[in-house]
C-alpha cells in the first residue's frame, strides 16, 4: 500500500477502505508517513469529502491509536457531554454535578482553551487548589465515591488527532466537516462514556456559523458515534451572542454557581435543562419531559450545588467560593462600559465580546499564555434590552490596565443599536437524536 495512491484516490472523489484509512493513521501516528503526504490527503479530503462510513473508521483508527479509558468498574450509565465551543460556555460547570445529582455518574475529560476564554480546565482551576490533573486510579476512585469528577484530557487520548490537528491547523484544512468530526469523536470514544450528548453551537461566537452548518456536523457526528456502539444526542444552541452574562475564568465560575444555587441567567439555565434532560434520558432516567422535570428538580433543592461542593473537597478545590465566589475576582482592576445612545440592542458579535476578554487576560493567544483567572466580562445588558445612553453596557475586569482602553472598544463595537426591537432568534435551534 503506498500514499500516493491514497492521495490519487481520495483527489478523484474515490471512497477509502478501511484498511487503507488504517493505513494512513497508523503510518502517520508511527512518523512513518512524511507531513506533506498526510497534509495532500486531507486537502484531498476538504475538497471531495468523505463518505459516513469513512468518518466513523477514521473515528476508530484514530481511538485506537492511544489510550481509551475504562469506566467498566463505575456502576451505571456513563454519559459524557462535549460543547463545540462558544463565549461565555460554561454548562459543565453545572452540568457535571447536575446530573450527578440525579444518580447518573459522570467521569469527564475536558480540554484547556486556545482562543478568547479559557476552556472548563481553566475555570476550575480559578477555584483555589482545584486539581484537574489526577491520575487514573484517583479519577476513578472519585467518581465511585461521588458521583462525579472532571479532569484534564490525557495528552495520551487519540495520539493520531492531536498529531493531525497540528497538521491541520497549520494546512488550511481545519474547515472540513468530516474531519471536524472525527477529531471531535475520537476524544469522546477514547474517554469511554456509554451515552454522548453533544451540544453544536452555531452564531458568530461559534465555528458553524449557521444552523444548517451545525446540523450537518451534528448529524456527522451522532452517526459516526453510532457506529462505533455509543448512545447519541446533538442539540443545536445558539452563540449570536454570549451564554449567560459573565465571560471569563473565575467570573465565569461565579456564575455557575448563582444557577446552582436558584439563581442566575434564564438562557443559562435552559441550555443546562435540555442538555441535562439528554443526558439523563440516554442513561435511562425516563422521558425527556421526566428527565427535565428531574434535572430543575435538583437545582431547586440545592442538590446539585451540594454536588459542585462534594467535587471541590474531591479535587482539593476550596468550597468556600460557593459561599464567596466574589473572591475569584475580587483583586482585579474593573470599569465599566457605558451605552453610547438610546435604542435597542439589536445585535451582539459574541466573538468580538471573546476578543475584548481575551486582550483583558481571560484567553490564550498561544499555548505559552498564562490565563489571569480575574479577567473577563460581566455584562449587564444584552440583545434585545433597550439602553438609554450612558447606561452600563458591562464591567470589565483585569489585571493589565493598559489593555483596559483596547478591550472596552473591542466590545463597545460588539454592541449594535437600533430605534425597533428585534426578534430575537432561538436558544435551541434543534435536537438531533441517534436512531
Known amino acids: 500500500m503506498r500514499m500516493i495512491d491514497l492521495i490519487e484516490k481520495k483527489k478523484r472523489g474515490m471512497a477509502l477502505t478501511k484498511a487503507e484509512i488504517d493505513y494512513f493513521i497508523d503510518g502517520y ?142 494546512t488550511g484544512t481545519v474547515d472540513s466537516i468530516p474531519l471536524i468530526a472525527a477529531s471531535i469523536m475520537s476524544k469522546k470514544i477514547a474517554a469511554g462514556a456509554d451515552g454522548i450528548v453533544l451540544d453544536v453551537k452555531c452564531g458568530s461566537g461559534a465555528f458553524m456559523k449557521t444552523p444548517e452548518d451545525a446540523a450537518r456536523l451534528a448529524r456527522e457526528m451522532v452517526a459516526i458515534g453510532q457506529a462505533c456502539g455509543r448512545k447519541m444526542a446533538a442539540v443545536i444552541t445558539n452563540m449570536d451572542l454570549p451564554l449567560g452574562y459573565s465571560i471569563g475564568n473565575g467570573l465565569e465560575v461565579a456564575e455557575a454557581i448563582d444557577l446552582l444555587k436558584g439563581a442566575g441567567p434564564a438562557d443559562l439555565r435552559e441550555v443546562c435543562l435540555v442538555l441535562a434532560a439528554q443526558m439523563l434520558s440516554l442513561a435511562g432516567k425516563g422521558t425527556l419531559q421526566a428527565c427535565r422535570d428531574m434535572a430543575a428538580a435538583a437545582l431547586d433543592s440545592g442538590a446539585a450545588l451540594e454536588k459542585f ?27 465599566t462600559l457605558q451605552a453610547p445612545a438610546d435604542g435597542w440592542i439589536c445585535r451582539m458579535d459574541a466573538q468580538a465580546c471573546g476578543k475584548a476578554s481575551m486582550l483583558l487576560g481571560a484567553g490564550r493567544e498561544t499555548k505559552e499564555s498564562a490565563i489571569d483567572p480575574a479577567a473577563g466580562i460581566v455584562l449587564a445588558c444584552k440583545t434585545g434590552d433597550r439602553v438609554q445612553k450612558g447606561q452600563v453596557l458591562a464591567r470589565l475586569y483585569t489585571n493589565q490596565p493598559d489593555q483596559m482602553a483596547d478591550a472596552k472598544q473591542v466590545l463597545l463595537d460588539a454592541y449594535t443599536l437600533s430605534d425597533q426591537k428585534p426578534q430575537l432568534p432561538p436558544l435551541v435551534y434543534d435536537t438531533i437524536l441517534g436512531e
Request: aromatic content about 4%.
Open 309 to 335: 461542593v462534594q467535587m471541590c473537597r474531591a479535587q482539593g478545590g476550596d468550597p468556600a467560593v460557593v459561599e464567596h465566589p466574589q473572591t475569584l475576582y475580587a483583586g482585579a482592576v474593573s470599569d
Open 29 to 170: 501516528t508511527a512518523g512513518q508517513i512524511p507531513d506533506y503526504q498526510a497534509a495532500a490527503l486531507l486537502m484531498a479530503i476538504c475538497f471531495t469529502g468523505m463518505r459516513h462510513e469513512e468518518t466513523a473508521w477514521m473515528t476508530d483508527a484514530m481511538v485506537r491509536s492511544g489510550d481509551q479509558v475504562d469506566l467498566s468498574s463505575i456502576p451505571g450509565v456513563k454519559v459524557d457531554k462535549h460543547s463545540t465551543g462558544g463565549i461565555g460556555d460554561k454548562t459543565t460547570l453545572i452540568l457535571a454535578p447536575l446530573v450527578a445529582a440525579c444518580g447518573v455518574p459522570v467521569a469527564k475529560m475536558s480540554g484547556r482553551g486556545l482562543g478568547y476564554t479559557g476552556g472548563t480546565v481553566d475555570k476550575l482551576e480559578s477555584i483555589p487548589g482545584f486539581r484537574t490533573d489526577l491520575d487514573r486510579d484517583a479519577f476513578l476512585d472519585t467518581v465511585k465515591r461521588i458521583g462525579v469528577c472532571v479532569v484534564g484530557q490525557s495528552g495520551h487520548l487519540a495520539l493520531a488527532d492531536k498529531k493531525l490537528y497540528a497538521l491541520r491547523d497549520v
